[in-house]
């Protein structure tokens, strides 16, 4: 008789998302702080920055996704109790970091005078923009180590190496962009004046600064993934082995044609959205801004789901996959039920953050608040998402997210805006209702049942 695995309780699923949580948290207010050290040089320096913004999506996105191709087999593999078969693939990832480090480095490099003037950036930073992106992008072996190794950690349940990478890089990028960036200067601590020795280099100074952090979080992922004593690929052959490297990309391709088509559209979506004038750019940007951190909870629990899903599925236990998917949606629908409430109460302090505006305060807190009340639907879409992740079925979110993001938010948002002549209550709309499908589609598939045949 097959011994079956214990049940997830809610402390070994806390476990595995906390992590993931405290690292998005993280990189969410070393954004604002690197975003207000950079805007203080000046709105150039802003263009310069932000005009790398969709392209970062893009990339991130194709790499992520060929992380999600191990993190299904290697879940799996663990979950059928075979170790050596989940080493075998931790492998071959070291393989697939090689191979999309170097053609990333060569791709984005190549690339780099050409982006600032194919994102429209004004044309007297576009020379800062493109010394900016290739110092960004020239790091992008360790770059694609961070993220695809860390992918591999997870998978093997270990959620802390990466968090303390994170940490680790988003300290140093913040240290060193206080070096790089500014001038020499005095700063007066307590009554005592402190001189600062600074580089001065200003946009430049970003770059280098987040292009040695990127660096040193490929190395120290790397040193982790070689030590750790379940998923080490040492020993084991990193040539090309089918028999991994399949299964891998069934998962990992629609999950990248997913993520490449809908930051796509993010971009549409924007763009519409600045269409409709100054007010209304300020107030989608602070809100976009202020939300991110609100989804938190949500993008810990579906890093748990996933691995814990298809360490169900590799032990072949129906019963285990439902016991725990269960317990896991309940608390992700609790702690975003508890997200929306407090985005909800506080949106008009989040937004008197970022402007004190009155027109950018009104429409940022009431778009703020539309979303807020539908967070707990968004949540459980995503955890289901996770949970599809890691049983390797990836052509279902890949469809409802293309069907959703151009059929719903970016159709009706060009319908609304330029049709209709309405403004960014109606985009966000239909933002929430595409939310909304992702929820019920998800919903009904996970009811049916039988996911992990």
Partial sequence: MKKRLPLYTLPAILVLAWPTMLEQLLQTAVQYIDTAMVGSLGTDAVAAVGSTTTVNWLVGSTISAAGI???????????????????????????????????????????????????????????????????LYAPMLPRCATIIFGTVLRAAGDSKTPMLTGVAVNVTNVILNFFLIYPTRTVTVFGYSIKLCGAGLGVIGAGLASAAAFTLGGVLITVSLLRHQKISPRGFSIRPDGEILRPCLRVALPNAGQRFITSFGYVVFAAAVNSLGEISTAAHTIANT???????????????????????????????????????????????????????????????????????????????????????????????????QGLGKTLLPFAVNVIGMWGIRIVGTLICVY??????????????????LLFAVFTVYYLRGRLIK
């Fill in 290 to 388: 202020v939300e991110s951190a609100f989804y938190i909870p949500g993008y810990g629990m579906q890093s748990a789901a996933a691995t814990l899903s298809g360490n169900a599925k590799g032990a072949g236990d129906e019963r285990l996959f439902r016991d725990t998917t269960r317990m896991i949606i309940f608390v992700e629908t609790l702690l975003m039920i508890l997200s929306g409430g407090l985005l909800f109460a506080f949106a008009p302090g989040m937004v008197r953050l970022f402007s004190d505006d009155a027109e950018v305060m009104l429409l940022g807190v009431a778009v703020l608040r539309m979303v807020a009340l539908s967070e707990p639907f968004y949540g459980v879409s995503i955890v289901i998402e996770g949970m599809l």
């Fill in 69 to 135: 191709g191990f993190l299904s087999y290697i879940s799996q593999a663990f979950g059928a109790g075979d170790g050596k078969r989940a080493r075998r693939a931790s492998a071959q990832s070291v393989t697939a970091v090689l191979v999309l480090g170097i053609f990333f480095t060569a791709l984005t490099l190549s690339l780099s005078p050409f982006v600032p003037v194919w994102m429209q950036v004004d044309p007297g930073v576009q020379k800062l923009s493109a010394a900016y992106f290739f110092i």
């Fill in 419 to 436: 049709l209709l002549g309405m403004g960014l209550v109606s985009a966000w709309a239909c933002m929430i209702s595409h939310n909304l």
